[in-house]
């Protein structure tokens, strides 16, 4: 079996920080990001939302090595609540929104081999990520999207977090 372990990574000196988002520069391992990218359509179910590709990851040892992997970035008093992978394929784009429910969204690059499908913030900040950086950010109070992917498939891990307390 492959292990999927994080490498220990000085958080600190890969962040970019904004008053709205924090993007964590070659936070997971390729090797963790190859693993997922080659397990989902067997693993995850097949959950679309509206006109994109989801597929959601149901609680088991996936669900926690996930969560184990991102674990630097989660306040001990917050749970992750939801994770899926999306795919974008050309022509594939995410309208600008808010999560109804998570007060801290993480989403994550797990590919590279696209061109456009930059991350959205507030209409009109673009990021582009690769393949193992991360964004987090309030998702329930910072509008945030995905550009239309030209070409290749995007593929990102994303996750919705709340404090342990909050009633959804």
Not at 42 to 47: L, V, Y
Not at 94 to 110: A, F, G, M, P, Q
Not at 136 to 151: D, I, R
Request: charged fraction near 20%.
């Amino acid at each position: 079996m492959l292990l999927i372990e994080r490498l220990v990574v000085d958080v600190v000196s890969v962040m970019q920080t904004s008053n709205t988002y924090t993007v964590y520069r070659n936070f997971l391992d390729n090797d963790f990001c190859e693993y997922i990218s080659s397990i989902y359509t067997e693993q995850f179910t097949f959950t679309p939302r509206g006109t994109w590709n989801a597929y959601t990851v149901n609680n088991g040892p996936i669900h926690k090595k996930i969560c184990q992997n991102f674990s630097p970035i989660i306040p001990d008093n917050y749970t992750v609540s939801w994770i899926n992978l999306t795919v974008y394929n050309p022509g594939d784009h995410l309208r600008v929104h808010c999560d109804e429910k998570s007060s801290l969204t993480i989403i994550s690059e797990l590919s590279d081999d696209y061109t456009g499908g930059r991350f959205m913030v507030d209409k009109d900040t673009f990021l582009s990520l690769n393949k193992t950086d991360v964004v987090a950010f309030n998702g329930s109070k910072v509008l945030h999207g995905v550009e239309k992917v030209k070409t290749g498939v995007r593929l990102s891990l994303n996750l919705w977090t709340h404090p342990i307390s909050y009633n959804i």
